[in-house]
């Protein structure tokens, strides 16, 4: 589904942000990007998006290509269009709307009736709250909340592709066991999860691949039980055959 080649990304005139970069997303997988503040996981993001530009990025070489669709010539409405859709990092919803008008706001790119009820549907069954919520001002939810709305304004789009940039970030650990359970609901249903965590964890628990990033480099890749030992192993000093007692970590 996802095929990225060589990619370099600068910001800037000089700042080299990503340095050939080859990655691969199946049509019905879920990779997991991992690395410290400043690797390159949200810049890895921008660029599948078509969003560099609105940070001043720029991609210097190489290729993003989704089913066979060259999206980094794409400006972001053209790579929705095409099935990718991203929740950026900090949730960024709409505050002063109410609940159901972020919904209906996911949404606007798709024409017919049909697919935005299917959809409304699924985020419904996924996130009952929002539904139950839905003359409520957006800003008034609580953490959690809003990264549940910012997922399902995501879902109200119709993704193929759905980008997470750190969708656990500051939320307890409830919550976050939460959001790792929908992921695989949303994964199950047939939509492919491009998923940037800083809580490898839980990370790793729901992807099948994953690919680690160091300073803008691919430091290590392969299937996510596999990357979960070589990072036990590497970072935190345990044996591969101890990682089982080691079941949550970040």
């Given at each position: 589904?996802?095929?990225?080649?060589?990619?370099?990304?600068?910001?800037?005139?000089?700042?080299?942000?990503l340095h050939g970069v080859d990655l691969?997303?199946?049509?019905?997988?879920?990779?997991?990007?991992?690395?410290?503040?400043?690797?390159?996981?949200?810049?890895?993001?921008?660029?599948?998006?078509?969003?560099?530009?609105?940070?001043?990025?720029?991609?210097?070489?190489?290729?993003?290509?989704?089913?066979?669709?060259?999206?980094?010539?794409?400006?972001?409405?053209?790579?929705?269009?095409?099935?990718?859709?991203?929740?950026?990092?900090?949730?960024?919803?709409?505050?002063?709307?109410?609940?159901?008008?972020?919904?209906?706001?996911?949404?606007?790119?798709?024409?017919?009736?049909?697919?935005?009820?299917?959809?409304?549907?699924?985020?419904?069954?996924?996130?009952?709250?929002?539904?139950?919520?839905?003359?409520?001002?957006?800003?008034?939810?609580?953490?959690?909340?809003?990264?549940?709305?910012?997922?399902?304004?995501?879902?109200?789009?119709?993704?193929?592709?759905?980008?997470?940039?750190?969708?656990?970030?500051?939320?307890?650990?409830?919550?976050?066991?939460?959001?790792?359970?929908?992921?695989r609901e949303i994964h199950a249903q047939?939509?492919?999860?491009?998923?940037?965590?800083?809580?490898?964890?839980?990370?790793?628990?729901?992807?099948?691949?994953?690919?680690?990033?160091?300073?803008?480099?691919?430091?290590?890749?392969?299937?996510?039980?596999?990357?979960?030992?070589?990072?036990?192993?590497?970072?935190l000093g345990a044996p591969a055959q101890?990682?089982?007692?080691?079941?949550?970590?970040?």
């Amino acid at each position: 589904m996802l095929t990225i080649r060589k990619l370099r990304v600068r910001y800037g005139r000089s700042m080299t942000a990503l340095h050939g970069v080859d990655l691969d997303v199946a049509d019905d997988g879920v990779l997991a990007i991992l690395g410290a503040n400043g690797a390159g996981k949200s810049t890895l993001l921008r660029a599948i998006s078509g969003t560099l530009g609105l940070h001043r990025g720029l991609v210097t070489d190489g290729t993003v290509h989704y089913s066979g669709t060259r999206l980094d010539r794409l400006d972001p409405a053209d790579v929705v269009r095409h099935g990718v859709v991203g929740v950026p990092e900090g949730r960024q919803i709409f505050a002063r709307m109410t609940v159901a008008e972020n919904l209906r706001a996911g949404g606007i790119s798709v024409r017919s009736a049909a697919d935005r009820t299917a959809a409304q549907d699924r985020v419904n069954a996924l996130f009952p709250l929002l539904a139950e919520r839905a003359s409520q001002k957006a800003g008034l939810l609580s953490g959690g909340e809003q990264q549940m709305l910012a997922i399902g304004r995501a879902l109200m789009a119709g993704p193929k592709l759905l980008l997470l940039d750190e969708p656990s970030l500051g939320l307890a650990p409830k919550l976050v066991e939460r959001i790792g359970e929908t992921i695989r609901e949303i994964h199950a249903q047939g939509t492919a999860v491009v998923l940037v965590e800083q809580n490898a964890a839980m990370a790793l628990e729901v992807a099948d691949q994953a690919v680690v990033l160091n300073v803008g480099s691919v430091a290590m890749s392969g299937p996510a039980a596999e990357v979960a030992d070589s990072v036990h192993q590497h970072y935190l000093g345990a044996p591969a055959q101890e990682r089982r007692s080691l079941a949550r970590w970040s």
